[in-house]
């Protein structure tokens, strides 16, 4: 066996065993009891036609399927653990690797904040992409691309996305785009769930907890 094949098979095993274990995590958080700082944040059905208002985004609808509805409440916890720290930072790499890449075209100065890196303000392409898309911020693994310093509201919605691509890992990026493929982005699950903990910080802060107008950050 060639150093080039062994290396290929490791990688490989590696790779399958990350994704087990991101499957196997994710569905341990979404069956954990509900609290505050929990993952699976209860969504009420509501009768359809009621999502005219800006909070049924976060609830479900009565023909959505059961998956639908517990990961538009997951809500994943900070990883403490150490060692579980680095391989999650090595398991969401891939997309950390693109959002660096982003940033540095960004002409925005990387800051250190809540474990991630923030690229802002963004400016040149990435900020006209962002401003087109009527988008605050965007996240790739850590790295956090914002138009301006993120408030804590819309830190800890993009620190969400973050979480999910601890678990997810490769598999971030094509379950996101499926999914909003599927059902938009006022309906998205994952985004949805991140928007429960945006709206939790906002409370915490003393912020308002009912926006008037469609959020506008990912």
Known sequence: ???????????????????????????????????????????????????RIADARLVARPEEPDWVVDLAGWVPKAIRNRPLQLLAILWAFPSTLVGLVVGLLSGARPTLRDGVIVFSPVRGPVCFALHRGRFAATTLGHVVLARHEPSDALMAHELVHTRQAERLGPLMGPVYWYLLVRYGYARHPMERAARVAGREAQHLGGGHTRPTAPPVHT
Do not use: H, Q, Y
């Open 1 to 51: 066996m060639t150093a080039r094949t062994l290396l290929r098979r490791t990688l490989f095993l590696a790779g399958f065993l990350g994704l087990v274990a991101g499957v196997v995590w994710s569905r341990k958080e979404l069956n954990e009891p509900n609290d505050r700082t929990g993952s699976a944040i209860p969504l009420p059905r509501v009768p359809r036609g009621t999502d």
